[in-house]
T-cell receptor, first 112, second 113 residues
Framework: SQQGEEDPQALSIQEGENATMNCSYKTSINNLQWYRQNSGRGLVHLILIRSNEREKHSGRLRVTLDTSKKSSSLLITASRAADTASYFCATDSADSWGKFQFGAGTQVVVTP | NAGVTQTPKFQVLKTGQSMTLQCAQDMNHEYMSWYRQDPGMGLRLIHYSVGAGITDQGEVPNGYNVSRSTTEDFPLRLLSAAPSQTSVYFC????????????FGPGTRLTVL
């Protein structure tokens, strides 16, 4: 069973626009990670946010975590064509430390 | 550093055959994991290891065996391949702990006929 579910499933935007995607999960978490996967490649770690944190930034990426709503969002500002990829959230929970469950991902297409 | 490497990149098996997917990392990471990725689904954890000689089951361990004799290597064995095991397999290592950044290999695309 999937713990995290991303929304939307697909997102198409133009270069320069912001892209926002959400991740909802069912049970209390310890950690939430966001990953990017370019077509046919392995996953690349973007940001880790722990359950006691509310917001983190990394370059053009901003991640928020709302544990009361059991949700997280990933914002990519000023999108570039190179941001075209699938984005996944992954969570581990109190009773399964380190056993990350991934959502099905959001496919983002950024057109020039 | 080569990071996490996986071999082979592609493999076709017949039902009932066995094989080993290789995974190696040169970053001296204690923690390593195997995932499978099926179309339209997220990655699912098969097995993981918190150090040499220590392995544990993930979400979908049936039909797979692992061992961890060295820090560097974490092979995944398919005992008797089934069409349901057709998937893309990813190996990852984590640093500094299992819940921190995971570094993924490029994947092995396996087809079982």
């Amino acid at each position: 069973s999937q713990q995290g579910e991303e929304d939307p499933q697909a997102l198409s935007i133009q270069e320069g626009e912001n892209a926002t995607m959400n991740c909802s999960y069912k049970t209390s978490i310890n950690n939430l990670q966001w990953y990017r996967q370019n077509s046919g490649r392995g996953l690349v770690h973007l940001i880790l946010i722990r359950s006691n944190e509310r917001e983190k930034h990394s370059g053009r990426l901003r991640v928020t975590l709302d544990t009361s709503k059991k949700s997280s969002s990933l914002l990519i500002t000023a999108s570039r064509a190179a941001d075209t990829a699938s984005y996944f959230c992954a969570t581990d929970s109190a009773d399964s430390w380190g056993k990350f469950q991934f959502g099905a991902g959001t496919q983002v297409v950024v057109t020039p | 550093n080569a990071g996490v490497t996986q071999t082979p990149k592609f493999q076709v098996l017949k039902t009932g055959q066995s094989m080993t997917l290789q995974c190696a990392q040169d970053m001296n990471h204690e923690y390593m994991s195997w995932y499978r990725q099926d179309p339209g689904m997220g990655l699912r954890l098969i097995h993981y290891s918190v150090g040499a000689g220590i392995t544990d089951q993930g979400e979908v361990p049936n039909g797979y065996n692992v061992s961890r004799s060295t820090t560097e290597d974490f092979p995944l064995r398919l005992l008797s391949a089934a069409p349901s095991q057709t998937s893309v397999y990813f190996c990852a290592s984590s640093y500094p702990t299992l819940v921190d950044t995971q570094y993924f290999g490029p994947g092995t695309r396996l087809t079982v006929l």
